[in-house]
Nanobody
Framework: QVQLVESGGGLVQAGGSLRLSCAAS????????MAWFRQAPGKEREFVAT????????YYADSMKGRFTISRDNAKRTVYLQMNSLKPEDTAVYYC????????????????WGQGTQVTVSS
């Protein structure tokens, strides 16, 4: 298990940007694939982006491609999500998640979760 703490959420106007951060507790952070998911009110949690243990490969949900960028700094045990050109439909609670092994896009494959950070995009 990895303890994860997200930060960086907030209220932003449509077209604006936010950068989310997720700090991990374990010194073996580099052994974990990381991902971001989000959950809007009344909807299921959905995949946003994932990154390999080394950070060399990333994968995005189609609606986030070209707008969101996931990255990680293993020395700081932190994963980031840069979100640009935000839309009202991006409003959700954003969660980071860790998986011991290769990355996937499936919620149930991730065993460690943060508490979430609220992102609200106004029109």
């Amino acid at each position: 298990q990895v303890q994860l703490v997200e930060s960086g959420g907030g209220l932003v106007q449509a077209g604006g940007s936010l950068r989310l951060s997720c700090a991990a507790s374990r010194r073996t952070f580099s052994n974990y694939a990381m991902a971001w998911f989000r959950q809007a009110p009344g909807k299921e949690r959905e995949f946003v982006a994932t990154i390999t243990r080394s950070g060399n490969s990333t994968y995005y949900a189609d609606s986030m491609k070209g707008r969101f960028t996931i990255s990680r700094d293993n020395a700081k045990r932190t994963v980031y999500l840069q979100m640009n050109s935000l839309k009202p439909e991006d409003t959700a609670v954003y969660y980071c998640a860790a998986r011991y092994g290769p990355p996937t896009t499936v919620v149930t494959d991730f065993g460690s979760w943060g508490q979430g950070t609220q992102v609200t995009v106004s029109s």
